[in-house]
Nanobody, 119 residues
Framework: RVQLVQSGGGSVQAGGSLRLSCGASIYTYETDYWGWFRQAPGKEREEVACIEADGRRSYADSVKGRFTISKDTAKNTLYLQADSLKPEDTAMYYC?????????????WGQGTQVTVSS
């Protein structure tokens, strides 16, 4: 079983940056798809970024060019560098891991971390 522990997040002003981290207890095929999701109050959870085992990355249109997903397999850690933050980026951010795809139904989830962007 994979356990995901998140760190980072917090409050910043618009235009600022934050870095989120997600440490995995183990790195196996069950983390082949590793992603970041977010959920704002009253809204559905949405995929922000995904990185596959071969390093391919995908991003939501709303964050392209501003957010960067990366991973360090030696440290079993996933990162999300969020730059040029906007108030609409305010949400609870979750990392997730799954052997088959980045989806809201991913098998393993981190505990979540709040990101608040003020204008």
């Amino acid at each position: 079983r994979v356990q995901l522990v998140q760190s980072g997040g917090g409050s910043v002003q618009a235009g600022g940056s934050l870095r989120l981290s997600c440490g995995a207890s183990i790195y196996t095929y069950e983390t082949d798809y590793w992603g970041w999701f977010r959920q704002a109050p009253g809204k559905e959870r949405e995929e922000v970024a995904c990185i596959e085992a071969d390093g391919r990355r995908s991003y939501a249109d709303s964050v392209k060019g501003r957010f960067t997903i990366s991973k360090d397999t030696a440290k079993n850690t996933l990162y999300l560098q969020a730059d040029s933050l906007k108030p609409e980026d305010t949400a609870m951010y979750y990392c997730a891991a799954d052997p088959w795809a980045c989806t809201p139904a991913s098998r393993y989830w981190g505990q979540g971390t709040q990101v608040t962007v003020s204008s």
